[in-house]
C-alpha cells in the first residue's frame, strides 16, 4: 500500500491572518474518467488545525460507493452503501441496490456495473489523514451501465472562508488554489503566503488556479474515448 504527503509551509504571520479571517484548508483528489462527474470536497482543515508546517497525508486505500443524492452544485453526496475497494475491482449493485465486488474490473481502475433498473450516483472514496472520505461522484445508468474511474495522483488545495462539508459538490472553485502532481512521488513540499500566494513558483508539478476554475475540467481527466468505451462495454458482457 503506497503513501502519499504533502507539507505545507506557512509563516506565523500567514497562519495567524487565515485564523483571523476565518479560513479553512479544503483538500480535492483528481481522477481519470469519461465525462459528466464531479469532483467532491475530500478533506477539510478548520482555523485549529492550521500550522506554520501543516501536513496532509494519505494512502492507496478505497472504497466504492452508490448513493441516490443528485450531482448538483453545492449538493452533498450521502452514500446509501458503502464497500471496500481495489484497484482492478469491479463493484456491481445488484436488483436491490446493494453493492459487491469481484476481480474482473479494469487495470488499475475501480469499475461498476449497475444491474439495477434504478439510475445512481456512484464513486470512490479514500484515506485521507486517517479518514476515508468520499471524492468524486458520477452518474450511473441502470440496466446495465457501467462507469470506470481511475484514481491518479494530483491533489488541489484551497483556502477559503465558505463554510462547506466534505461530501460537497464543488463546481466551481471557492478562491485560488493550488495543483499539485505527485505522480512518481511519495511527498512533495509547498509554501503559501497570504501576499504571495502558492509556491515554489520552479515547481512543474504545481499550477495555481484562480477562484471560480471549473474544477470538473481541472480534476476529471479524460481517458481516451475508445479505450473508455471498450472497458465499459468489456464490463457489460
Same mark, same amino acid.
Given at each position: /500500500? ?7 509551509? /506557512?509563516?506565523? %504571520? ?7 479571517? #476565518? !479560513? ?10 469519461? #465525462? ?8 477539510? !482543515? ?6 506554520? $508546517? ?6 492507496? %486505500?478505497?472504497?466504492? !460507493? ?9 449538493? @452533498? ?48 472514496? @479514500?484515506?485521507? $489523514? ?43 472553485? /471557492? ?22 500566494? *502558492?509556491?515554489?513558483?520552479?515547481? %512543474? *508539478? ?7 476554475? $471549473? /474544477? ?8 481516451? %474515448? ?12
Amino acid at each position: /500500500m503506497t503513501n502519499f504527503s504533502t507539507k505545507i509551509k /506557512m509563516s506565523s %504571520s500567514t497562519v495567524a491572518t487565515l485564523k483571523e479571517q #476565518g !479560513y479553512s484548508l479544503y483538500g480535492f483528489k483528481a481522477v481519470q474518467a469519461s #465525462g459528466g462527474g464531479a469532483p467532491l470536497v475530500w478533506f477539510k !482543515y478548520d482555523q485549529d488545525k492550521l500550522l506554520q $508546517n501543516t501536513n496532509v497525508e494519505w494512502t492507496e %486505500s478505497f472504497s466504492a !460507493y452508490n448513493s441516490t443524492s443528485q450531482i448538483i452544485s453545492g449538493g @452533498q453526496i450521502r452514500s446509501n452503501n458503502v464497500i471496500d475497494a481495489n484497484l482492478d475491482d469491479l463493484i456491481t449493485i445488484d436488483l436491490a441496490g446493494n453493492l459487491s465486488h469481484s476481480k474482473r474490473g479494469v487495470k488499475r481502475a475501480i469499475s461498476f456495473l449497475n444491474d439495477a433498473a434504478q439510475q445512481f450516483t456512484v464513486g470512490i472514496s @479514500q484515506l485521507v $489523514n486517517g479518514k476515508t472520505n468520499e471524492l468524486c461522484a458520477f452518474p450511473i445508468l441502470g440496466s446495465q451501465a457501467s462507469r470506470v474511474i481511475t484514481p491518479i495522483t494530483k491533489i488541489a488545495l484551497i483556502f477559503s472562508t465558505d463554510t462547506i462539508k466534505t461530501g460537497t459538490v464543488i463546481t466551481k472553485a /471557492m478562491s485560488s488554489g493550488a495543483l499539485i502532481d505527485l505522480t512518481g512521488v511519495g511527498s512533495r513540499e509547498v509554501t503559501f503566503d497570504v501576499k504571495e500566494g *502558492w509556491g515554489p513558483k520552479e515547481g %512543474s *508539478w504545481l499550477t495555481t488556479f484562480e477562484a471560480f476554475t $471549473n /474544477m470538473s475540467r481541472l480534476l476529471i481527466e479524460s481517458q481516451d %474515448s475508445n479505450e473508455v468505451k471498450l472497458s465499459e462495454k468489456l464490463l457489460e458482457l
